[in-house]
């Protein structure tokens, strides 16, 4: 019958495909926001990590292709954030991974509204993290899965396990099968870079420390198990586990639960 009516079938255009973006900071400067984070990767996990400062203004400028004036106004969002400190005379210091810094500036607007994306992406994750764990440690090659496993491995010996749930974020950002998930998932590690300075001006940090340390042990064990559904859980339970740490720390600075909420039809989305 295909034979037969072939002739009289239209091939189908291929259509290209649109691919998919999220823009977190709707109504503030993108170019802005987006260096902003860019050089808090690079102060907690690149090439600043082992700096006491940022270069000058000229030389940012001109590596990031960026005006003067527009590294200026991210190095001053950075100060507000407490992640960085201007010192006159001196340039702008920065406070890496593990360092105590400065508390956030809570007066700010545009801080107030990062921190507040920072906590709902607690729910983003909570509420897909199973699902989107399970898909990807299913279709990934047993190669991929040790690159997380050794990622998280080296967390363990090199002390660092606060990284690990950035580690997780990054990887479901990269090896995800879906496109809107990666996109997705590195939007959500770009929000929780702008909550590191909450846990570093905290100063008593212990129970977030032990729950990142626990994650890192049992997501490694469940790792070399092959126990899929094992990560997946242990994801939830971590994000469960941290989510009222920093939603009672917001409060008590001041942010109202409402600027918290997500959204009704993103949430709508989320719940059916």
Avoid at 62 to 68: A, E, H, R
Avoid at 159 to 165: A, D, H, P, V
Wanted: glycine share 6%; net charge positive.
């Amino acid at each position: 019958m295909v034979e037969a009516f072939g002739k009289d079938i239209r091939s189908l255009t291929k259509e290209e495909m649109v691919p998919f973006t999220w823009r977190i900071y709707r109504k503030r400067p993108q170019v802005r926001y987006d260096l902003a984070f860019r050089l808090l990767h690079e102060i907690y996990m690149g090439e600043y990590r082992e700096k006491d400062f940022l270069p000058s203004y000229e030389k940012m400028a001109q590596k990031y292709q960026v005006s003067v004036s527009t590294i200026r106004r991210t190095v001053n969002t950075l100060c507000q954030t407490g992640a960085a400190r201007a010192i006159n005379g001196r340039g702008t210091q920065i406070f890496t991974a593990g360092q105590p810094c400065d508390a956030p500036d809570f007066e700010s607007p545009a801080i107030r509204r990062s921190l507040a994306y920072f906590v709902q992406s607690f729910e983003l994750l909570i509420y897909t993290c199973e699902g989107v764990t399970r898909s990807l440690l299913s279709s990934v090659s047993q190669a991929d899965k040790d690159i997380l496993a050794g990622e998280l491995k080296n967390n363990l010996l090199t002390g660092r396990t606060e990284f690990s749930l950035w580690c997780y974020l990054l990887y479901v950002g990269k090896y995800s099968p879906l496109e809107g998930i990666r996109v997705i998932y590195r939007g959500i590690y770009s929000l929780f870079l702008w909550g590191y300075p909450l846990k570093a001006s905290f100063g008593n940090s212990e129970r977030v420390d032990n729950a990142l340390l626990h994650f890192t042990e049992l997501m490694l064990s469940k790792l070399v198990k092959n126990d899929v559904d094992g990560c997946a859980v242990t994801v939830r339970e971590l994000l469960s586990q941290m989510f009222p740490y920093a939603r009672q720390y917001l409060l008590e600075h001041g942010i109202k639960e409402e600027e918290m909420r997500l959204t009704p039809c993103i949430h709508l989305q989320l719940t059916t």
